[in-house]
């Protein structure tokens, strides 16, 4: 049975409730520099909790660890955790810059173990069986429009440059990453954006519309921030090949409605529902699997730069309004 620790207990709390129901896992520590929140999730799950990394290798022997900290730490995490031989699942955006991301990648293969990025939407039910029939049998992806309008209130440190890398980073990964996971790779990006509903966090961006240009001459229209008009987040992407139009729509953290037509039979609409689509679990079974099978993880550190790259380069796109290529 692998021991693992969750390190950072905001979004780390769903990883411990996931390694927590698998057979494969023990919960062995939790740490966070937050005294309140990880003692409360020390008594939870019954294991000791550490104020910092060091003091948990020091202490208490592991396999493997969830990063779940701001992503401007996950570079110096990973680097601590890879000397210790430590396998890393670290949760998205891998870093707020692409000299960090390398500094992962490099610290793994020096450590001799896995690093994989938590890009858990490529693990989400409609995505995970998308995925297979994109450029099989409905055809090569040439066109998409995606949704992803966030309507919540964020911890202050989503909106730091320097600690979240602002929201076309923190949570709009999710949508540059699926992009290239079911669209292609993205060779350049034209974005428009600024501060439309939150003059709360003064100039930052929170809403932005971009145009990707895919390698494969295909384009995709991207429409994100924080102008839910129903006050909730939501998510939708739309997808058009020489042969099949489909549709995937629900909240954002669980879309869960996929629908599909061939063109030859526009009535026909093909309809299909997936329950509790998150795909942590999903996610979570990769990891333990990548180890146990010694392989490359389905989203590897050099996987994971790519979709920050594409990031990078709508923000670059916004400040020097105009094409960016990736």
């Known amino acids: 049975m692998m021991r693992v620790a969750v390190i950072g207990l905001g979004i780390g709390k769903v990883h411990l409730q996931e390694y927590a129901a698998n057979p494969r896992t023990r919960i062995a520590a939790v740490v966070d520099i937050n005294p309140e929140a990880r003692q409360a999730s020390a008594a ?14 020091r202490q208490t022997p592991i396999d493997a660890a969830s990063v779940c900290t701001p992503p ?16 890393a699942l670290v949760e998205k955006p891998m870093a707020p810059t692409l000299a960090d991301c ?36 409905f055809g090569e992806p040439k066109w998409a429009s ?22 076309l980073l923190e949570n709009t990964i999710h949508i540059w990453d699926l992009t290239r996971f079911l669209m292609g790779e993205v060779a350049t990006v034209y974005a428009r954006g600024g501060n439309l509903f939150r003059p709360d966090v003064g100039d930052q961006i929170d809403a932005a519309s971009a145009t990707l240009g895919l390698a494969n001459g295909g384009t995709v229209s991207v429409a994100c921030g924080y102008g839910s008009e129903w006050g909730y ?4 992407v739309s997808i058009a090949t020489p042969l099949v139009c489909c549709d995937v729509s629900g909240p954002f953290d669980r879309p869960a409605l996929l629908r599909y037509i061939w063109r ?30 010694r392989r490359p993880p389905a989203v590897t550190g050099e996987d994971a730069a790519r979709s920050i790259a594409v990031a990078l380069a709508a923000k670059r796109s916004i400040r020097e309004a105009r094409e960016i290529r990736v």
Do not use: C
Not at 146 to 167: N, Q, S, T
Not at 269 to 288: N, S, Y
């Open 44 to 57: 939870a799950y019954g294991v000791p909790g550490y104020a910092s990394i060091a003091e948990m290798l």
């Open 72 to 87: 401007a730490y996950h570079a110096a995490q990973v680097e601590e955790l890879a000397a210790a031989g430590v396998h």
């Open 102 to 137: 390398h500094r992962m990648i490099e610290a793994a293969q020096r450590g001799g173990v896995t690093l994989m990025i938590g890009q858990k939407k490529r693990f989400s039910a409609p995505y995970a069986w998308l995925k297979p029939r994109l450029g099989g049998e």
């Open 146 to 167: 995606i949704k992803y309008a966030l309507g919540r209130v964020v911890k202050p440190w989503f909106w730091d440059e320097r600690d979240g890398g602002g929201p």
């Open 233 to 236: 987040a939501e998510e939708r």
């Open 264 to 293: 030859q039979e526009p009535k026909n609409v093909h309809e299909m529902t997936f329950a509790e689509a998150t795909g942590f679990a999903e996610e979570i079974d990769e990891f333990l699997d990548a180890i146990a099978e």
